[in-house]
């Protein structure tokens, strides 16, 4: 397996971040979280909203936490389960803008798109969940992360990730995941979603991300918790710097569920980016990237939780070379690394925007990298002396049952970019292949809808959410 850090280099980081959280401290802006903290043996500043906390509260909520995840779906066979051993991967999301299809522009994602992107990521074998790919503008500014959703749940038969704006708009959400899957006590035996969190200062968990978190954790809800810090903006330069330092962001927001409720699935789903400093752009393809989640990886595995770890990410804005060579470098790594899901399928431009074709060319890459990760097996049948034997010295193994029946098992073919598809397209570069491939899965793959029923009460969660927290326009 593939390692960045040795024990004795993830232990200094991991004593570093202990360090940080007892002396430095991290603000956390809720008064009834801080408490809670107290009560547990914390050293609280309430002026300040600063909680200094002890290695025995980060080691005792550590303790408390699920060391796999199940992630249960729609569909039950879409069904995964984070554990070691265990590598899937799912696209990126929150973007609001899309590569069209047509012009090769980017423009402002549609609702349109976000049903296309629901409907690929549904039929596509190598992404395990679906994530909001795109918020579209034809929904209201104020509920476009409810509405992407509502949509979401609706439509989609694998598992489904919660990326809210406010903790206000998580309620409605929340409630339209109870109309779609059941009530409080379904939801929480099974995961049917996950939520995650993002702080947006450094060793800070503001007031709205104090408020998702517990409405998560309340209903049990596995989190994803998400720092985002970017090398020498918001996170030292160094590598060992930055990691130790968003470690200790992970730990408490770890402390914090824990003791609001404890034994709460927790994914450790930190995104380190470098910055150029030379133009003051954020990077997602950089080489940096894919060795910090590599460490991240094996941080997670340290702490005996799940990882979810950013992969298949580029700062090129277009299907090129670049978005190639970067993609599956980033991708690559910590698969090797045993990360348990990788992220960023069809995400383009750092990020930025979305693009249909090249989720379908992520599928491709990622199938490549499970291969990867696969192996080579050694057993009696695989090392085939028997077969070796009896072709003898010279001898031809095409036409033997040995090469008919392990072809496919031990060998990934590809489907998107070999010389017999290029051959079949006419010379169609792989744009044009994945192009045509996205429109092929659009025309044939469908999802069951739900009960009309359900439709209807979704519906209504939209149209009060809608009267609540749109006041301004009413």
């Given at each position: ?43 609280i500043d309430f002026s300040r909203k600063l909680a200094k906390i002890s290695p025995r509260l980060i080691e005792e909520a550590i303790g408390k936490t699920p ?221 940096e990237t894919g060795i910090m989640s590599v460490a991240i990886a094996q941080l997670a595995r340290h702490y005996g939780i799940p990882s979810d770890v950013y ?152 149209k009060e959410a809608e009267k609540n927290l749109m006041r301004g326009r009413n």
């Amino acid at each position: 397996m593939l390692s960045v850090l040795d024990s004795e280099q993830l232990q200094r980081i991991h004593d570093m971040s202990l360090q940080i959280l007892e002396h430095v401290g991290i603000i956390i802006e809720s008064d009834e979280a801080l408490k809670l903290l107290e009560d547990a043996g914390a050293s609280i500043d309430f002026s300040r909203k600063l909680a200094k906390i002890s290695p025995r509260l980060i080691e005792e909520a550590i303790g408390k936490t699920p060391k796999e995840v199940k992630l249960h779906a729609r569909n039950t066979r879409h069904g995964v389960v984070y554990e070691q051993g265990k590598t899937y991967a799912h696209s990126g999301g929150g973007t609001v803008g899309i590569l069209d299809s047509d012009s090769g522009v980017p423009r402002e994602a549609s609702q349109e798109d976000l049903e296309k992107g629901v409907r690929l990521i549904d039929a596509l074998e190598n992404l395990s969940t679906n994530r909001p790919c795109v918020y579209p503008k034809d929904f209201p500014a104020e509920v476009r992360d409810i509405h992407t959703m509502a949509y979401m749940l609706q439509n989609a038969e694998k598992h489904c990730n919660i990326n809210t704006y406010t903790s206000a708009n998580l309620e409605y959400i929340i409630r339209i995941v109870k109309a779609v899957f059941g009530d409080d006590e379904g939801l929480r035996k099974k995961n049917y979603v996950d939520g995650t969190i993002s702080p947006t200062k450094p060793l800070q968990y503001a007031s709205e991300d104090v408020n998702i978190l517990t409405k998560y954790v309340k209903h049990g809800i596995p989190i994803d918790l998400c720092p985002c810090p970017i090398t020498g903006v918001t996170t030292p330069i160094t590598l060992a710097g930055a990691l130790a330092h968003q470690n200790a962001s992970v730990l408490a927001g770890i402390v914090l569920a824990q003791f609001i409720n404890p034994g709460n699935p927790v994914i450790y789903t930190t995104r380190i980016f470098t910055m150029d400093l030379r133009s003051g752009a954020s990077l997602l393809g950089a080489i940096e990237t894919g060795i910090m989640s590599v460490a991240i990886a094996q941080l997670a595995r340290h702490y005996g939780i799940p990882s979810d770890v950013y992969g298949l990410g580029t700062d090129s804005n277009t299907l090129d070379e670049t978005t190639a060579f970067e993609k599956s470098l980033s991708g690559l790594l910590p698969a090797l690394a045993g990360a348990n899901c990788i992220s960023g399928a069809g995400m383009l431009e750092s990020g930025l925007i979305f693009s249909l074709e090249q989720l379908v060319i992520d599928n491709e890459i990622l199938s490549m990298i499970f291969r990867a990760i696969k192996g080579v097996d050694v057993m009696d049948e695989t090392l085939a002396f028997d077969v070796i034997s009896e072709a003898g010295p010279s001898g031809v193994f095409l036409t033997t049952p040995h090469t008919r029946d392990h072809f496919r098992k031990e060998h990934f073919v590809r489907k998107l970019a070999s010389r017999a598809v290029w051959e079949k397209m006419n010379a169609k570069n792989i744009i044009e292949v994945a192009r045509t491939e996205v429109k092929k899965i659009l025309a044939e793959h469908t999802v069951a809808p739900v009960d009309k029923d359900i439709q209807h009460n979704v519906y209504m969660i939209l149209k009060e959410a809608e009267k609540n927290l749109m006041r301004g326009r009413n």
